[in-house]
C-alpha cells in the first residue's frame, strides 16, 4: 500500500526519513542480515532513525504539539481530515486500560489504533529534538508570508 502512494501523491519529494520504534532495526530471528528496517529502506529509499521508545517522551511529544500554537495563531500540528483512524484513536480509540480496582495502566493497550497512534507519536518526537528535518511552524509561517505575497500580486 506505501509503494503506489509514495509513487502517486508523494513522486515529487525525492527524500526522506522514516522514524519508528527502534526494535525496527533489529535482525529478524529468521534472516539475521536482514530487518524490518533493511526492507523498508530497500524499498523506499530514505533513511531509517529509531526513536526513544520510552512512552513518557512520546506521550510529552504528542502533548506538546497537540496544544501548542503557533505565532500564527495557528495549531503547531494539523492532522489531514482524511486520517480518520488517527482523529479515532487520538479521540479514545488508543487508551489505558482500567483494571477493576480503579488502577490505571502504565501504558496504552494494543489494539486497532495502536500502530498509528505509534507512528504519529514517533514522527512528532523525531521533529521535537531540534527539528531535524522541517520545523513545521516556521514552515507553515514562511508559506503563510508567501501566500500573503502572491495574493498582493494579483491584488496590483
Partial sequence: ????????????????????DPTVANAEQSDIANSGAMTILEE???????????WDNRLQAMTTALTTIGPMHQPAVIISKHLKRL??????????MKFRNGMVSEKPEKGLHSHLVDCFSYTLLYYGIGGKVVNMVNYR?????????AASYASR
Fill in 1 to 20: 500500500k506505501v509503494l503506489p502512494l509514495m509513487g502517486s501523491r508523494y513522486r515529487h519529494i525525492t527524500k526522506w526519513v522514516d522514524v519508528g
Fill in 44 to 54: 523506499l529509499g530514505g533513511a531509517f532513525i529509531g526513536m526513544s521508545n520510552i
Fill in 87 to 96: 482523529h479515532s484513536g487520538l479521540n479514545g480509540g488508543f487508551h489505558y
Fill in 141 to 149: 509561517n514562511a508559506h503563510q508570508k508567501l501566500l500573503r505575497r
